[in-house]
Nanobody, 116 residues
Framework: QVQLVESGGGLVQPGGSLRLSCAAS????????MGWYRQAPGKQRELVAT???????NYQDSVKGRFTISRDNAKNTLYLQMNSLKPEDTAIYSC??????????WGQGTQVTVSS
């Protein structure tokens, strides 16, 4: 079993920055891809950014140039650096892991609120 624990969320003013972390633990044999998703109130969950084991990244258009996804493979930790935050970035951000055997795991989520 794999556990994902997110941290780093909080309240920030528009234009501010936050760095989210996702620590993976458990029976991690091989990771295919990790990513961040978010869900705002009344909306469906949407992809924010993903990164493959080879380091290839993919971003939602609305966060390109503002958010950066990265991984520390030695620590089994995923990061999301979020700059120039906007009120529309307010959501619960969840970490996702897809193993090489195509099993999917989710974290419990961390709240990000962008408001003045």
């Amino acid at each position: 079993q794999v556990q994902l624990v997110e941290s780093g969320g909080g309240l920030v003013q528009p234009g501010g920055s936050l760095r989210l972390s996702c620590a993976a633990s458990g029976s991690i044999l091989s990771i295919y891809k990790m990513g961040w998703y978010r869900q705002a109130p009344g909306k469906q969950r949407e992809l924010v950014a993903t990164i493959t084991n080879g380091g290839s990244t993919n971003y939602q258009d609305s966060v390109k140039g503002r958010f950066t996804i990265s991984r520390d493979n030695a620590k089994n930790t995923l990061y999301l650096q979020m700059n120039s935050l906007k009120p529309e970035d307010t959501a619960i951000y969840s970490c996702n892991l897809i193993s090489s055997s195509w099993r999917t795991y989710w974290g419990q989520g961390t709240q990000v609120t962008v408001s003045s």
